[in-house]
């Protein structure tokens, strides 16, 4: 609903006709009821293309608007990201190695505090700490020089990484199947979940966990239950979890999960959207729901490379306004989801196309997003984090 005083301002004219197609507004009526919404323009370097029509613009400048609104009328917010990429951490070549400078497959990204980013270094076993515009790591987890281990103070293929208020670290650690509790500064980890080296179906064990997140106003933990094809669910402090999705075998049935890898915990709605990795899908799961319901991509495990359609994706996060980013890695690029649509803008990498120049990705596995929409991805086979600004 819009409050009038909106509706007044909202009564502009804007010009009309965008390649053909018309851009439509707000018209206020007597209730002050009515919502007529912009198309979805996404802006990615110098085009502006329209969400699911595929009309191009250069060189223009429209207003743009969220794909929804809270209830009233918001200011308008551009998606764009920057064509010039950074690369943040790892070397830009692609060289891969146990030095402090670089990275083996990186997975798993979170913002820490002074401008520092943890990174799952898969094929490390380590956890790597990089402070923006440094050009090495440090070592806040595991053995740096690689070496995997089942001990307190070693790793074996940590997947995902997340942060509380004080940079403590929550961490899957997939092939000892548990997960791990590392204190800011510490010199060893805490298994909180699962049992180190014992894969297992209870309640308890775990089996190749590989996604995690953290609800920071409870301190429950998701966590993807990978091998298990089940989201699982810790409350502070438990030795045992709650399965809150899937468990039902893998599956392409709306009460199955297969191989869940990356997912994104949403607390608005109560919710956790799921990356189904083989099913080629992403799907929403209301905490008490006994079923999911498809966001995007095919019901029935089809892969594509159209922009209605995923090939393996892997990490998924979502901004504030509930747009979806997904790691489509088999497809070598990311997609923006504006909420509510199923049609896909590729807003970096190309696709089908992997390779090591700045505008490429090699099957990036993670995406994550900072407080002013900047994009983090880790382009996995390509041995580094590279970074789009948002403009």
């Not at 009821?33 to 802006?43: A, D, Y």
């Not at 298990?228 to 709306?254: D, E, F, K, W």
């Not at 495990?301 to 996060?317: D, E, M």
């Not at 990036?364 to 580094?384: E, F």
Request: hydrophobic residues 35%; glycine residues 10%.
């Amino acid at each position: 609903m819009l409050h009038c005083v909106s509706c007044l301002i909202l009564g502009f004219f804007l010009p009309t006709l965008v390649a053909g197609f018309f851009i439509p507004t707000f018209v206020a009526n007597d209730n002050c009821m009515e919502e007529r919404r912009f198309k979805k323009i996404i802006i990615f370097g110098d085009s502006y293309s329209d969400q699911g029509n595929g009309y191009k613009l250069t060189n223009k400048t429209w207003p743009l608007s969220p794909p929804y609104y809270h209830g009233r009328y918001s200011a308008p917010i551009l998606y764009r990201w920057n064509t010039t990429v950074i690369t943040v951490a790892g070397a830009s070549n692609g060289s891969a190695g146990t030095a402090d400078n670089l990275l083996l497959n990186p997975y798993g990204t979170a913002l820490g505090s002074f401008d520092s980013l943890y990174i799952a270094d898969f094929n490390n076993n380590r956890i790597q700490k990089w402070l923006i515009n440094e050009s090495n790591g440090t070592t806040v987890a595991g053995l740096s020089n690689g070496n995997a281990g089942a001990s307190s103070i070693a790793l074996t293929l940590p997947v995902s990484v997340v942060l509380d208020s004080n940079d403590n670290m929550y961490f899957t650690d997939r092939n000892n199947h548990r997960v791990v509790y590392w204190a800011n500064g510490a010199s060893s980890g805490t298994t909180i979940a699962g049992t180190t080296g014992a894969p297992g179906s209870t309640n308890n064990t775990l089996c190749g966990p590989c996604g995690i997140a953290r609800d920071s106003s409870t301190g429950t933990l998701y966590i993807a239950d990978t091998f298990n094809h089940r989201i699982m669910q810790y409350l502070l402090n438990a030795s045992s979890g709650t399965v809150v999705a899937g468990g039902n075998g893998p599956g392409s049935n709306i009460t199955q999960l297969a191989y869940p890898y990356g997912f994104t915990f949403d607390s608005p709605s109560n919710s956790l959207f799921i990356a189904n990795y083989p099913n080629n899908n992403i799907v929403r799961w209301v905490l008490g729901a006994s079923s999911w319901t498809l966001i995007i991509g095919s019901p029935n495990g089809l892969s594509g490379s159209t922009s209605a359609l995923l090939n393996n994706p892997v990490g998924i996060t979502l901004d504030p306004m509930g747009n979806i980013y997904v790691a489509d890695s088999g497809n070598h690029r990311i997609q923006f989801f504006a909420a509510g649509q199923s049609n896909g803008t590729t807003i970096a990498g190309v696709t089908g196309s992997p390779g090591i120049s700045q505008n490429q990705l090699n099957s990036p596995y993670w995406v994550i997003l900072d407080s002013q929409l900047n994009l983090y991805v880790s382009d996995t086979a390509n041995n580094r984090v590279q970074f789009f600004s948002h403009s």
